[in-house]
């Protein structure tokens, strides 16, 4: 059973609240869209942040993302992730929301299908503040970007209408 549907049935079945950090909720949700991955033609040429392309590395090309921004990858249809390091651009006129090295499109086993729909994370809300500070609060293309003062934590309340046990 899906863990978020498991949490939900437990917050409303017995009052339990949901653990936001069991559930991996650090990260933040930043765009969804298309990946696809580099060709081979591209293996040991420079990228626009002026490193050597390597086909095995974990790194990504995208069209706004700063250089070594660190992005988590999702697979949305089979769950899959990776994590990248922006370090190329896109043509701002691309459909795709990310470019993904060999490496990176082999870990989403995304080889055969060539483009895949995926979502994009940062690591913390941190990060997602200091992507809005270089933004200046405005955020290109289809990126959701948003300041966050602090988390959303649920805590755990005792069952005050709980039988005792005996």
Do not use: C
């Not at 917050?11 to 696809?36: C, E, H, M, N, R």
């Not at 090309?61 to 249809?77: E, G, I, M, Q, S």
């Not at 090295?101 to 809300?125: C, T």
């Amino acid at each position: 059973m899906n863990k978020s549907l498991l949490s939900l049935l437990l917050l409303l079945i017995f009052g339990l609240p949901w653990d936001s950090k069991a559930q991996g909720a650090d990260s933040v949700q930043i765009q969804t869209g298309w990946a696809s991955f580099y060709g081979k033609r591209f293996h040991l040429r420079k990228t626009a942040n002026g490193e050597v392309f390597h086909l095995d590395s974990l790194t990504a090309a995208h069209k706004y993302l700063p250089f070594d921004t660190r992005v988590k990858v999702t697979r949305l249809d089979t769950g899959d992730t990776v994590w990248v390091r922006i370090n190329d651009r896109l043509p701002k006129a691309s459909r795709r929301i990310i470019d993904l090295s060999r490496g990176a499109a082999s870990q989403l086993q995304m080889l055969d299908d060539g483009i895949a729909q995926v979502k994009l994370e940062v690591a913390s809300i941190d990060a997602m503040n200091e992507l809005y500070d270089q933004f200046e609060g405005e955020a290109r293309g289809t990126l959701r970007i948003r300041y966050f003062e602090e988390a959303i934590v649920f805590r755990k309340r005792p069952i005050s209408w709980a039988w005792p046990i005996w």
